[in-house]
């Protein structure tokens, strides 16, 4: 009997494959305790070694030949402590001096030589400390059959892990032949927004239940229904194979519209754009038919790394997209850090409501170093193309007011340096806080243009943390609360003629696309991947019908 797991949301498309664990903090206790033969439990540990530093040293190279030298040192060093002859006396001795199984032996070895490196005076070799707990979790991944990495998966993988991080999703890039499913997360957190982007199928929010099952079992993600079928049945599979042609096919249909601009059937344009956090996903973005971008998330920029990128990198990411795009418009949005987007060398205070504090424009606020740095790199690259720029998590004017001054500031100490650059670009905002949906007439006195942000609308408006899958399912971000209000918003923003798009996960949806276009909203920015099947929707119904659907949707009677 197959078992089936019903999750709240994820990534189109569907996959037959094989369960790969993926815990990448499973080692804060053993998995066996009982003492083991003494020199079966140390050959074992020789191949372990091994094989951790082979891995290790992989991810070195790569890092190293991706330009990130810093990272590819701290892997390199690490690699070669997994094979220090310290470690292993340090392990022998407990195998066989006290009797503990290997995995006890190595978890009480390396915390040990942890606890003596964090208190020694010297900083280097305090800073050492933190590369015994990653030898640790190398050391057990590699004994249990786990992983410290996601790259380099083999086709068929679906990978089952409690959830992933941005940086993790972003391991997965380039290769289509995987899947994954996670314990928790919702539909518009950014597990589920990072699988779209990439076009992989994925579950998110599953339940814990999910990280009991076996590695290596047969698996079928349905990211179409959000579902998991664990030892599926001869008839399940025949299904899904099936689907998973028909899908194959669909695709071949839906390239045949690259060239054709969105539009209803009737001919009414609609501008269909993508949402890219990499320079390199403006291609593709281009071989889905994207007219624009509509949402450069620029916080992937500055995740991945120990530091801020400089000005200079955030000029070349910026400027290359532009030149991708051959002369289409390009929205950046200002960095959008903090909520569920932490960044490891950005220290915060905790607070109590994340989602609620200092996020979005409001850390571009306390950090204004941060913010100057990003604008003079936007109005350099400016010069090259049309670029346009976003704040994210605006509720007042004032917020506005402020980033413009900051914006005139940038460009007036690029003019006194002689940097060659654009003195102003179209500013716009994030419609993401009820405030801002309320008032976007009034914010149009500063504001250029707008994007509605319905994710976090979703999560502001219906009071639901947009990462909780219990609640996700009830609260959806197409329910009639958040339509009207984007109708609202939409009315406002021609009221005073300016362009308003969506560049939340709702613009990609198929049965909700036409009805934001026919709602007054000008532009759709979406995964690349949901571009053509977004296209092939709109063509298939007229303004007219869809102005209607969403009347009837919105509960709208006079
Ligand atoms: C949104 O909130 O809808 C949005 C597009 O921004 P993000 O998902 O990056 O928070
Ligand atoms: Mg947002």
New binding site residues.
């Given amino acids: 009997m197959s078992q089936h797991y019903q999750g709240v949301g994820g990534a189109s498309g569907v996959m037959v494959g094989r369960a790969f664990r993926y815990l990448p903090t499973a080692s804060t206790s053993a998995t066996t305790e009982a003492p083991e033969d003494a020199d079966e439990a140390m050959q074992r540990f020789a191949v372990a070694q091994q094989e951790s530093a082979a891995s290790l040293q992989t991810l070195a190279d790569r890092m190293r030949s991706e330009g990130h030298a810093a990272e590819a040192g701290i892997f390199e060093a690490q690699a070669m402590l997994v094979e220090d002859f310290t470690l292993t006396d340090e392990v022998e001795q407990r195998v066989r001096g006290a009797g503990m199984s290997l995995e006890q032996a190595i978890i009480a070895a390396t915390r040990q030589m942890h606890d003596t490196l964090a208190a020694l005076d010297d900083p280097y070799l305090r800073e050492r400390a933190a590369d015994m707990q990653a030898v640790e979790r190398a050391m057990l991944n590699t004994l249990r059959g786990t992983t410290a990495t996601l790259r380099d998966l083999p086709a068929g993988t679906v990978i089952i892990a409690p959830d992933l991080t941005p940086a993790e999703t972003s391991e997965l890039r380039g290769n289509t032949a995987l899947g994954f499913v996670t314990a928790y997360g919702g539909p518009?957190g950014?597990t589920a927004?990072l699988a779209r982007s990439l076009g992989i199928p994925a579950v998110v929010g599953v339940g814990q239940d999910v990280l009991n099952i076996p590695g290596g079992a047969t698996v079928i993600v349905d990211g179409d229904q959000s579902l998991l079928i664990v030892q599926p049945t001869e008839a399940e599979v025949a299904h899904y194979q099936e689907r998973g042609a028909a899908q194959d096919a669909a695709q071949i249909r839906r390239a045949a519209l690259r060239d054709t601009p969105g539009q209803f059937a009737d001919g009414r344009p609609v501008a269909l754009w993508a949402?890219i956090g990499r320079p390199d996903e403006a291609q593709i973005a281009r071989s889905y038919g994207a007219e624009g971008i509509g949402?450069f998330?620029s916080e992937f920029l500055f995740l991945e790394r120990n530091e801020p990128p400089t000005e200079d990198e955030q000029y070349t990411a910026y400027r290359t997209t532009l030149e991708a795009m051959e002369g289409r418009t390009v929205i950046v949005?200002t960095l959008?850090i903090g909520?569920d987007k932490p960044l490891p060398y950005l220290p915060m205070p905790s607070e109590p409501n994340p989602f609620l504090g200092v996020r979005g424009l409001r850390l571009s606020m306390q950090r204004p170093d941060l913010f100057q740095a990003q604008l003079r790199a936007l109005l350099r690259a400016a010069s090259h193309g049309d670029i346009w720029i976003m704040l994210?998590m605006v509720a007042t004017l004032a917020d506005i007011t402020w980033a413009r001054q900051q914006m005139r500031a940038a460009s007036e100490a690029l003019t006194a340096e002689q940097i060659t650059h654009r003195a102003t670009v179209p500013l716009g905002v994030?419609i993401?806080t009820p405030a801002a949906a309320m008032t976007v007439d009034l914010l149009a006195a500063e504001a250029d243009f707008f994007s509605?942000?319905?994710?976090?609308?979703t999560q502001y408006m219906m009071a639901v943390d947009r990462g909780n899958p219990t609640l996700a399912a009830n609260y959806p971000h197409n329910a009639p609360a958040v339509l009207r209000m984007i109708a609202q918003a939409a009315a406002f923003a021609k009221k005073v003629g300016r362009h308003i798009g969506v560049?939340?996960?709702l613009g990609g949806v198929p049965d909700v696309a036409p009805l934001l276009a026919a709602v007054g909203i000008d532009e759709l920015s979406m995964s690349p991947a949901s571009i053509p099947v977004i296209k092939e929707r709109l063509l298939g119904t007229t303004h007219a019908d869809a102005h209607a659907a969403a009347r009837r949707v919105m509960g709208v009677t006079d």
């Fill in positions: 518009t950014h927004i949402n949402l998330r949005r959008d909520g994210p994030m993401e509605v942000g319905s994710n976090d609308l560049c939340g996960e």
